[in-house]
């Protein structure tokens, strides 16, 4: 139940920061929003608010912000119609029903001649008495069919009516706003835990090693390598490591005195590769400080940004197989394995998780926000838009073959943990 709770949380927090970036940049740009989704699949809750449907769904595989003018969702009233309806105080038609079947109070009657329900807004038709009038239609009118209602999208409001910048701004806050989360995760783990000060603080120094036997001891923290006064323990670590067998000049700093040590590396192969080690570890030490909480948490996010950009370039070159990748199960057993270690690792588990599916949502693949963000590329250089219909065939075969390698990896991640 611990770790239920845990991935839920994590997952849910991650995809639901994704998909309020989409949402308020659409709000602000004026589009109209249908639906706002966690999850796919059949509906589980569902709450209407607004012009907009919130709703929890099945599959917890991600979310969507399903806006006006997308996947064909506009309602055409063809020559011929009958549709009941009623009007507002401005004589506008305020709730269209196509289904008879429901009579209202003070409904009218009207076949329908000719209807603009996007740009004009207005409706054309016999009424009771065969007279040909019309009727102007309100911007937020309801059209009714059999139980479902549907808010009309004026032209002005759908996500196609919007400039360029709009759109591809609106598409852009999803991944943005998944950076952004991990920023405000890693500050406040900054001002909770405190920040890494990365100090060459020695922990320990393992029996009978190098550094025993040139006589560093705990708590040393090294202050100069070869001469050069040093600050972090990576720079510690990474002259330490290009020494193998070649001896280095150190200075630690051992009850307010320097002391100097000589030691030499011994070489040990790491990943098929000679490298310098001379026992000692490293010492976690913190400082909690609000004001650097801030800029930790920028730089942290930079890090893994190029951590995980760095992961996908060995991917695409044929360095990482199947087996590398993970679904939602990996995801969850992952999960549960750091929610044991308490809430400050499962947070920072939940920031690296949210800039990788930020970085995974802007790679130029279809129906991914940055293979949207292509198409709008290619729109700025060509002038003009791609045909809506082709565009949206590259998405639903982009969609398709990402189902398949999600079943795939999820089939995988099934087989490796409980078989």
């Known amino acids: ?76 009233l063809q020559p011929g119609y009958r549709i009941g309806f009623l ?38 038709g016999y009424d009771e008495d065969e007279n040909l009038v019309r009727y102007n239609v309100a911007r937020d009118a309801v059209i009714e069919e059999n139980g479902q209602q549907t808010i009309i999208a004026p032209y002005d409001r759908t996500f196609n009516a919007k400039s360029l910048g709009k759109r591809a701004m609106t598409i852009f806050a999803g991944p943005l706003f998944n950076f952004i989360l991990a920023i405000v995760f890693f500050m406040i783990i ?128 044929g360095h990482f197989t199947l087996d590398a990748l993970s679904g939602p199960v990996g995801i969850y057993k992952a999960t549960e394995e750091v929610a044991k270690y308490g809430f400050m690792t499962l947070m920072n588990w939940a920031a690296v998780l949210s800039i990788n599916l930020g970085i995974m949502n802007l790679l130029p693949l279809p129906a991914l926000d940055g293979g949207r963000l292509l198409f709008f590329g290619y729109e700025a250089v060509r002038g003009k838009p791609i045909d809506k219909q082709k565009e949206g065939m590259v998405h639903f075969v982009g969609f398709a073959l990402l189902m398949v390698l999600m079943i795939a990896v999820t089939w995988n991640d099934i087989q490796k943990f409980f078989f």
């Open 190 to 317: 900054g001002l909770v835990q405190g920040i890494p000060t990365n100090e060459p603080i020695i922990a320990n120094v393992e029996k009978d090693s190098p550094a025993q036997q040139a006589g560093m001891q705990k708590d040393d923290l090294v202050v100069s390598v070869d001469g050069k006064s040093i600050s972090k323990w990576e720079q510690l670590s990474e002259v330490i490591q290009s020494s193998a067998n070649k001896p280095i000049d150190l200075e630690v700093k051992r009850d307010g005195k320097i002391v100097p040590i000589e030691v030499t590396p011994k070489a040990a192969e790491v990943n098929k590769e000679k490298v310098g080690k001379i026992g000692i570890q490293y010492a976690n030490t913190y400082e909690k400080n609000p004001l650097k909480a801030i800029p930790y948490g920028f730089e942290q996010t930079y890090n893994w940004i190029v951590k995980i950009a760095e992961l996908l370039g060995l991917l695409v070159t």
């Open 87 to 124: 009007l507002n105080d401005q004589d506008e038609m305020s709730r269209i029903v196509l289904n008879q079947n429901k009579q209202l109070p003070d409904m009218l009657f009207l076949e329908v001649e000719k209807a603009d329900l996007l740009k004009g807004l207005w409706v054309e």
């Open 1 to 76: 139940m611990q770790a239920a709770i845990a991935f839920i949380l994590v997952f849910g927090s991650i995809v639901f920061f994704h998909e309020l970036g989409h949402f308020i940049f659409a709000k602000r740009s004026g589009i109209l929003v249908r639906e706002f989704a966690i999850g796919f699949g059949p509906k589980i809750i569902g709450i209407t608010k607004g012009e907009t449907l919130y709703t929890i769904r099945l599959l917890p595989m991600g979310g969507y912000v399903r806006m006006a003018g997308e996947d064909m969702d506009t309602t055409e």
